[in-house]
């Protein structure tokens, strides 16, 4: 991602959300904000890019810039995906709080709009919303244009990720370890190398108490390897993501991602391939949704420490 630049995946995952809420039948979760927090600028130049795709006949006949965008958005391949781990997360969230969670740390927020859309919610919980400084000063003035107090209901955390630790970023807010948290990272594991992943892990872990959780999505790493046969789509969505300067860097094995959990401090509790997420949350089919195989979804829960397992 360009430094001075919000994050262009953000903002469409953000519109995304929107349109599922708007026009699909049956939508899995209610999110009008998310327009509302993506500029008209923002919207226009994605529209500009998608007619520029398109061949000079279906150019010449394109109507409405809006439904034209919407069917981009809605043939991406990583829609399904984006639909399903939102509400996945949510469900995991809500379980969460009923167990006594009473933080909510959201990594690579983006432009998540859960303490606007579930206000009386987010009032019982301390919500933090960590990302990097251009997409979280973009979402405050979005706010702001909205006539929202942003920091009423949330604690803003600007960080670089890439350049600072997620302990230390934690620790420039009034963020607790001491208590039950819930993790949310969604949509970003697969813009970060294979090194920064496990790390960010392990951060996580030791961030917050045994009993926190975690959901976080991934790609199968097999299917990131080069000459990989995937579907069309998905590969039109890593060209599209490499080309707005955000690629795809890295995956997990799904095989491995246990082992790999348990290293950090983490037990995994449950791994949805798209397929299966799609099973879970559209099972009439009635929303339409195509996922990919290769998009995963996992929870996950901080272990005991280990002398509390040895000892058990």
């Not at 981009?72 to 399903?84: F, K």
């Not at 490499?242 to 449950?270: C, I, K, M, T, W």
């Not at 879970?280 to 272990?303: E, P």
Request: aromatic share 8%; hydrophobic share 45%.
């Amino acid at each position: 991602m360009n430094p001075i630049d919000a994050s262009r995946t953000a903002l469409a995952t953000s519109l995304m959300r929107a349109l599922h809420s708007r026009h699909d039948p049956a939508p899995l979760l209610e999110d009008h904000w998310g327009d509302r927090l993506v500029p008209d600028t923002v919207r226009t130049a994605l529209f500009q890019r998608v007619l520029s795709s398109m061949p000079p006949t279906a150019r010449a006949e394109a109507a409405n810039p809006a439904d034209i965008l919407a069917q981009s958005l809605r043939s991406n391949a990583a829609y399904a995906d984006v639909i399903t781990r939102a509400r996945y997360s949510e469900d995991a969230l809500k379980a969460a709080v009923e167990r006594g969670a009473t933080q909510y740390v959201i990594i690579g927020a983006g432009f998540d709009s859960f303490a606007y859309r579930r206000p009386i919610w987010a009032a019982e919980l301390n919500v933090y919303e960590i990302d990097h400084p251009a997409t979280q000063e973009m979402k405050r003035q979005r706010l702001s244009a909205c006539g929202v107090d942003a920091s009423a209901s949330v604690e803003f955390i600007a960080a670089d990720l890439s350049a600072e630790t997620l302990g230390s970023a934690l620790a420039r807010s009034s963020f607790q370890r001491s208590r039950l948290t819930f993790f949310s990272w969604l949509g970003v594991t697969m813009y970060l190398t294979r090194e920064a992943n496990l790390s960010a892990l392990a951060a996580i872990a030791s961030s917050a108490p045994e009993g926190s959780e975690l959901v976080f999505n991934y790609v199968d790493q097999a299917a990131l390897k080069p000459g990989a046969l995937v579907a069309d789509a998905f590969s039109k969505l890593k060209s599209e993501v490499s080309s707005a300067g955000e690629a795809f860097l890295s995956g997990f094995d799904p095989a491995e991602v246990r082992e790999q959990l348990q290293a950090a401090g983490l037990l995994l509790l449950e791994d949805l391939n798209g397929d299966q997420a799609v099973a879970r949350y559209d099972v009439s089919g009635l929303n339409g949704l195509r996922s990919a195989a290769a998009a995963h979804i996992a929870h996950a829960r901080v272990a005991p420490p280990p002398l509390a397992r040895m000892s058990a």
